[in-house]
């Protein structure tokens, strides 16, 4: 679904830096700034470094004299107001909302304001919703960088999300078969070091049949594990 954020009279550069930041790692690269405080703000220092390397999303963002510039195109405005208004579109949280919202077919913006006084009560009256995340009562103070990521990580996860990358290949599973083998290795030494009685070994081995089976080995583990029976077996030879 298109998705755009919208940063109104943008004061500090590093937030625009880190707004391309929190878009990018969600997937997201449509950025438009209405009037920021710096013309050149997409090209200033402490925007590229806090972008992070979300350099492409700076490039191919737009700057515009008027919100209306910036919602060609959008047919649902989100606006994002921390104190509700007595009069306006309904205030929401963002994940009640976006369930709903991606059922639909909508080119969506998210609209933020300014970090000194927020979004204008004008701004907001022409959105569909107010967003509020919910915070602390007693303590809701977000700024600008961390409200985006908010917002476009709650918008990705209603619109499917990512699936998270696995670092290693799962473990081969080990078989009743090599559990029993090595349980035998650890029976002998555990024979070895005086451990276990053969003639009175009571229920030991069916006892730790049950603990390995509750971790369920992978094979390597069973590899481990018989290495440090092997391990006790030498040991108590060597002070023979």
Known sequence: MKTRF???????AGNVG?????????????LV???????????????????????DVLNQARIVETLEEALEGVTHLCATAMTPRDFGPPTRAPRAHFAELAQGDHSVAFLFGSERYGMKNDDVYRCHVALSIPTDPQFGSLNLGAAIQVLA????????????????????????????????????????IGFLDPAAPKKLMPRLNQLFNRVDLNQEEIHILRGVAKAMSASASAKR
């Open 6 to 12: 919208i940063l109104i009279e943008t004061s500090h």
């Open 18 to 30: 880190a707004a391309a930041r929190a878009m990018k790692v969600m997937g997201f690269d449509d």
């Open 33 to 55: 700034l209405v009037a920021p405080r710096w013309p050149n703000v997409l090209r200033r220092e402490e925007t590229i470094q806090r972008a992070s390397g979300a350099i």
């Open 153 to 192: 990580y709650e918008w990705r996860c209603a619109l499917g999300g990512f699936s998270i990358p696995v670092s290693t290949p799962p473990a081969e599973k080990a078989d009743a078969q090599q559990v029993a083998g090595m349980l035998k290795h650890w029976e002998q030494a555990l024979t070895d």
